[in-house]
C-alpha cells in the first residue's frame, strides 16, 4: 500500500510537472467557449420563448414519460399497513427498477461487473435519471407544493416548459410533519399545514425562539432564482418574486422537487439532483452530495449562489441575488435548521440499534444482513444517524459504457457522492441522489448488485422489513 | 472499441432526432421544423464554434498520429497512433460533411496551441517525444470531450448534435486508453523527459529527487 502511494505520488508529480509544461503561455490562446461553463444570454423575447416552450411540452412530457415507463414499474402498490410519519400517504413497496430481457436479479448478481457491462445488461433504472428537460434544467415542484403556495401566498411555481414527472404515490407525504430537538415531548408541530411565509408565526409562536423565528422568516422569504425572476430568462409566466429554500423543503422535509447539479458543467453533463431531507441536520458534518460543505451555516450562506443559481455567480448577480449576512441571517437560519429532528423511530435505542423487545424477528433479521453480509452500515452507521460523514464512489460505471446520451443527457461517472442518512428514510422517496430508486426494495436490489453481497431473497425483505422501522 | 465506431456509423446513418433545446437560446430568425425545434442545418453559434474547434483538433489528430507512427519509441504509442489516425480520418470526413450541409465554413490550418505542439513533436525524440505525444492526446482528448458535451447540451443542429452523441463514447474510449497508456510511460520514463523541450538536456534531474523514505522524526 505504501509502495503503491509512493508510486501515485510521484506519477502524479510527474503529470503535473509535464502537463504545466505542456500548456504554458501557448495553450492559454485556445481555450475552450465560454458557454462550456457560463450560462448564456437569452437571445429571443420571452413571449416568442414561452410559445416555443408551451407548444413543446407535450413532447418534453411524453419523452419523459417514456423513458420512465421503460425503466419502472410506476403503478400504486403500496405495502400493507406501511404509512409514512405522519400517517398521510402509504409506502410503495416491491422492485420497481424493470429487468432487462433473459435475466433475474440472481442471474445478473452471480455476473460480474465486465460481464454486465459488456452485454448491456445493467438495469436502465440504475443509471443516472434525467431531468425532464436536460437542456434547460432547473427547479422543478410537484404539483402539491405549486398548488399550496398558490393557494396560502398566491405565489406561482409552476413552469410553463416542463411538469414534474414522477406519479405522486411515489413521492413524500405532503405537507410533511415537523419534529423539533427542543420540543420532543410535542411530536408534529406543523399542525398539518405547509410552513409559508403567511402561516409561519402562527404556528411556531411559543414554540421557537425569536432568532430562530427570523431564521424560519428568511428559510420562508422569496429570493430570485434562475427559473423563478424579474428577467425574460426565466420560466414562469409572470415576473416571479422567486423561490424559497421551504419550497423543495417542505416543512424542511423534502416535496421531491428536483433540479441539476450546480456542480458540474457543461450543461449536458449535470445530473439530477432530488431534494434532500433537512432532518437531522444537527448531526451532520458535510451538506451538498458534491460540494461537502463543512458547516450548516457554509450550506445556508452558499445555496443563494448554487442551488438558486447553479454555481453561476455572474448570472445570480444578473437576476437579483440574496446574500444573506453571515453573522446575523445565516446565523438565525441554520439555527432554525439545526433544531429539525428526525421522526421517532420507537423500536431503535439511543444507539441507533433494534431494542429486540420491539422489533419482529423479521426486522432483527434485516438489521444483521445491514451490519454484516449487506455492508450497509460501514457507511450508515446506526450509532451516528446512519451516517458516515464522508462522500464514497460507488464506481457505478464498472457496470456500463459511459458517454451515452439519454434524452439529452450524458451519462458520466457520478463520481464521490455524500453518504445520505437512513434515519426516517421511507419518508424520504424516491432514494439516491438523482432518485434513480422509487423504493426501498430498489435499493437493496442496486446496493446487493452495487457491492457484489449476493443476498438472498430472504435477507432482502428483512433489510426493507428493517428500514422501515428506522 | 469497433463496436463503438459501428454505434457511431449507425447513428449517423439514422434520421437525426432533434434535441429539447431551451428555446430562449435560439438563434433569432431561425427556421423550425417545429414549434421550438430549430429545422436541420441551421446552425448556431455554438455549433459553429463546435466545428471549427473540433475540425482543427481532428486535423491536427491526424498529423500529429502520422508523425508518431514514424517518430514514437513504443510499439505502443505507435498502435495508438494508427487508431488515431484511421478514426479521426473517418471522423474528420463525417463532420467536414455536416458541416457542409450546415454552411459552416471550416478552418484550414492548426490553432496556434497545435502548432505549438507540432513544434515540441517534432524537437523530440525516444522517450521524450512518446510522452510529449501522450500527454498532448491526453489534454485534446480532455477537451474533445468537453466540445462535444458542449454541442450535445448547446448546439442546435440536429444531425451536429446527432454525430457529437454517437462520437462522445468512441473519444471517451480514446481518452481512457490514452490516460492508461500515459501512466504506463510516465511510470517508466525517466524524470527529466518531461521538462520543457529545449531548455533541459536529457538526462539532467528536473527536480530534487523524491526521498525513497520520509525520515524518521526523533523526539
Known amino acids: 500500500m505504501a509502495r503503491c502511494t509512493k508510486a501515485t505520488s510521484l506519477l502524479a508529480a510527474a503529470g503535473i510537472c509535464s502537463i504545466a509544461c505542456l500548456i504554458g503561455v501557448g495553450a492559454l490562446s485556445v481555450p475552450l467557449p465560454p458557454d462550456t461553463t457560463y450560462r448564456p444570454l437569452p437571445t429571443r423575447p420571452l413571449s416568442a420563448v414561452k410559445a416555443d416552450d408551451e407548444a413543446q411540452k407535450p413532447q418534453v412530457m411524453a419523452r419523459q414519460s417514456d423513458l420512465l415507463n421503460q425503466r419502472y414499474d410506476l403503478t400504486n402498490r403500496p405495502i400493507p399497513g406501511v404509512m409514512m410519519s405522519a400517517a398521510k400517504k402509504p409506502v410503495q413497496g416491491g422492485v420497481r427498477v424493470k429487468l432487462p430481457a433473459g435475466v433475474t436479479w440472481d442471474s445478473l448478481a452471480a455476473m460480474s461487473p465486465e460481464e454486465i457491462r459488456q452485454r448491456g445488461l445493467l438495469p436502465a433504472g440504475f443509471l443516472p435519471l434525467p431531468h425532464v428537460k436536460q437542456a434547460t434544467g432547473g427547479q422543478v415542484f410537484p404539483d402539491r407544493q405549486i398548488d399550496e403556495v398558490r393557494r396560502q401566498e398566491d405565489r406561482d411555481l409552476r413552469r410553463f416548459d416542463v411538469n414534474f414527472d414522477l406519479p405522486d404515490h411515489l413521492t413524500p407525504e405532503f405537507p410533511p410533519p415537523i419534529f423539533l430537538t427542543t420540543q420532543p415531548h410535542l411530536g408534529d408541530v406543523s399542525r398539518g399545514q405547509l410552513l409559508t411565509i403567511k402561516n409561519f408565526y402562527e404556528l411556531m409562536n411559543g414554540i421557537i425562539t425569536p432568532v430562530q423565528m427570523e431564521g424560519l422568516r428568511l428559510l420562508l422569504t422569496p429570493f430570485p432564482q434562475e427559473e423563478f425572476n424579474q428577467t425574460e430568462d426565466r420560466k414562469v409566466a409572470g415576473q416571479s418574486m422567486g423561490v424559497t429554500c421551504l419550497d423543495c423543503h417542505s416543512n424542511f422535509h423534502t416535496n421531491g422537487a428536483f433540479h441539476l447539479t450546480p456542480d458540474v458543467r457543461p450543461q449536458a453533463a449535470r445530473f439530477r439532483l432530488d431534494s434532500t431531507s433537512l432532518r437531522g441536520m444537527f448531526n451532520q458534518q458535510i451538506h451538498g452530495s458534491k460540494r461537502s460543505l463543512r458547516s450548516i451555516e457554509d450550506f445556508t450562506e452558499f445555496e443563494q449562489r448554487t442551488a438558486y443559481f447553479n454555481g453561476d455567480h455572474v448570472s445570480a448577480t444578473r437576476k437579483g441575488v440574496h446574500l444573506p449576512d453571515r453573522p446575523n441571517q445565516v446565523a438565525m437560519m441554520a439555527q432554525m435548521q439545526n433544531i429539525i429532528d428526525f421522526p421517532p423511530a420507537p423500536k431503535l435505542d439511543p444507539f441507533g440499534r433494534l431494542d429486540h423487545a420491539k422489533a419482529s424477528e423479521q426486522e432483527l433479521a434485516g438489521e444483521r444482513v445491514f451490519c454484516g453480509k449487506g455492508r450497509c452500515s460501514e457507511c450508515h452507521m446506526p450509532q451516528t444517524s446512519f451516517l458516515d460523514n464522508n462522500m464514497h464512489d460507488l464506481k457505478l460505471e464498472r457496470f456500463y459504457q459511459f458517454g451515452r446520451t439519454v434524452n439529452d443527457f450524458v451519462t458520466l461517472p457520478d463520481g464521490p457522492i455524500k453518504t445520505f442518512t437512513l434515519r426516517g428514510i421511507k419518508d424520504s422517496p424516491p432514494y439516491l441522489h438523482d432518485g434513480r430508486l422509487l423504493t426501498l426494495a430498489d435499493t437493496v436490489e442496486f446496493f446487493n448488485l452495487v457491492l457484489g453481497t449476493k443476498l438472498t431473497q430472504q435477507e432482502k425483505e428483512a433489510l426493507v422489513a428493517y428500514m422501515l422501522t428506522l | ?219
Open chain 2, 1 to 219: 472499441m469497433r463496436a463503438l465506431i459501428i454505434v457511431a456509423a449507425m447513428a449517423l446513418a439514422m434520421p437525426a432526432a432533434a434535441q429539447l433545446g431551451n428555446p430562449g437560446f435560439v438563434t433569432p430568425g431561425t427556421p423550425q421544423s417545429a414549434p421550438g425545434v430549430p429545422a436541420p442545418n441551421h446552425a448556431n453559434t455554438q455549433d459553429r464554434l463546435f466545428a471549427r474547434l473540433l475540425a482543427t483538433g481532428g486535423a491536427a489528430e491526424v498529423d500529429f498520429g502520422r508523425l508518431a507512427g514514424s517518430k514514437a519509441q513504443s510499439e505502443a504509442v505507435k498502435e495508438f497512433a494508427s487508431r488515431m489516425v484511421q478514426d479521426h480520418t473517418k471522423a474528420n470526413g463525417e463532420l467536414a460533411s455536416l458541416a457542409n450541409a450546415a454552411q459552416i465554413p471550416l478552418p484550414g490550418e492548426m490553432d496556434p496551441d497545435q502548432k505549438d505542439m507540432r513544434a515540441k513533436l517534432e524537437s523530440a525524440t525516444g522517450a521524450l517525444f512518446d510522452l510529449t505525444y501522450m500527454q498532448g492526446q491526453v489534454i485534446d482528448h480532455q477537451k474533445t470531450v468537453i466540445l462535444l458535451q458542449l454541442e450535445i447540451g448547446q448546439g442546435q443542429d440536429a444531425p451536429m448534435q446527432q454525430w457529437a452523441s454517437a462520437t462522445l463514447p468512441v473519444v471517451l474510449n480514446h481518452l481512457e486508453m490514452a490516460k492508461t497508456l500515459l501512466a504506463e510511460l510516465a511510470a517508466q520514463t525517466p524524470q527529466a523527459a518531461s521538462a520543457p523541450v529545449g531548455t533541459v538536456p536529457q538526462g539532467a534531474p528536473l527536480a530534487a529527487p523524491v526521498p525513497r523514505e520520509r525520515p524518521v522524526q526523533k523526539k
